[in-house]
Nanobody, 124 residues
Framework: QVQLVESGGGLVQPGGSPRLSCTVS????????IGWFRRAPGKEHEGVSC????????YYADSVKGRFTISKDNAKNTVYLQMNSLTPEDTAVYYC?????????????????WGQGTQVTVSF
């Protein structure tokens, strides 16, 4: 089993730049890619960004491209999501997920393990 814990969410002012962390524990050899997803009120899950832990290849949704950066620290089993220039439209619960496959994909159904999520609220 693999366990994931997100942190770094909270109330952020528009234009803010929080960083989310996803720390992975358990059978850490059982995953090869980490993804960040979000679910805004009344909307479907959206694949925000994901990264292959093997080769570092990353994917970004068009809605966050140029504003968000995903990175990994293999020694700490942690993946980060640096978010910049936030707007109220970024308000959502952000989840990280791990998959056994190698490729960084935004396809939600391909992920095997999920964290509990962290709320990010963008508001004055």
């Amino acid at each position: 089993q693999v366990q994931l814990v997100e942190s770094g969410g909270g109330l952020v002012q528009p234009g803010g730049s929080p960083r989310l962390s996803c720390t992975v524990s358990g059978r850490t050899l059982d995953y090869n890619a980490i993804g960040w997803f979000r679910r805004a009120p009344g909307k479907e899950h959206e694949g925000v960004s994901c990264i292959s832990t093997a080769d570092g290849r990353a994917y970004y949704a068009d809605s966050v491209k140029g504003r968000f950066t995903i990175s990994k620290d293999n020694a700490k089993n942690t993946v980060y999501l640096q978010m910049n220039s936030l707007t109220p439209e970024d308000t959502a619960v952000y989840y990280c997920a791990a998959r056994k496959g190698n490729s960084a994909t935004a396809q939600l159904s391909l992920y095997d393990y999920w964290g509990q999520g962290t709320q990010v609220t963008v508001s004055f």
